[in-house]
């Protein structure tokens, strides 16, 4: 479930969230993102996957690269939102609806 | 687990050792039990969340210095078995006033036994908030840039 675990986590993290407003300037490699961060190749082609992976990025080939950018219908980042939000919420109303002493009236 | 494009919905389902009437009840209208603390949407300190438990009541956060945020209309109300209720929130963590850019979130209790209550929970028509992505997405390409505030904090809150 590595999607549900990171999805908003993906953008906690200040260079997965570079690398995402790198992308919302233009598409881009990840050759070009690795020149422009400080940070090695195969470190940018693990962020892009936990970006993809929790729906805020897409990547499609061009020529012998691959070409990343935001997920344009953007359903993807909405659901990596709400479905840490519930995940969070659902487990503290676990919580309350079990605590039998509870005084809420 | 790959992310499904059509997907538009969250779905959620636990088991709470609670009888079907209070799980319903904690999760109308004693929310505010339980309402992740952080996600409120008033400026102030929130003094307390009301769920007005019928069709066309609101869930409304009430700070301590008088105001009010209603951020959700109760669209179906079916105690002790099903509650929906809008999501009028942009994801700007914002009150949404334009309906067609919200979506809903359907709750349904189940009682298993008599002490036990299945919960399944479904946030859905989620691509409706579509259009404030864009936004998103372009504050983020303009010049000042956008620095991802709100996803950011509640990354670090959760």
Redesign the interface.
Known sequence: ????RDG??A??DPTR?AI??RL??RPSAVGELARELPVSRPAVSQHLKVLK???LVIDRPFGNRRIYQ?NP???????A??????????????????QRD?E?S | ???Q?T??A?R?S?T???PVE??FW??TE?IG????PE?HLLQGELAEMVFEPRVGGHIVDRGVDGSECRWSRVLAYDPPTRVVFSWDIS?AWQVETDLEKTSEVEVRFTAEDAAR?L?E?E?RN??R??E???K??DA??SPE????RG??E???R?
């Open positions: 479930m590595a999607y549900q908003l986590t953008l906690a969230r995402f407003e919302a300037e992976d929790a729906g935001l219908d953007g359903v993807g980042a909405v659901r939102y709400l479905d840490r939000f519930w995940n969070q919420s659902m487990a503290a109303f676990k919580r309350a609806a079990e509870e809420v | 687990m790959t992310m494009a997907d538009t969250v959620r636990i709470v050792e609670a209070r799980a904690l999760f004693g039990t339980w309402w992740p996600h994801l209550t919960v929970l946030h989620l691509e908030h579509g404030g992505w864009e998103m997405r983020v390409a840039g956008w620095d991802l996803f950011a509640a990354a670090k959760a």
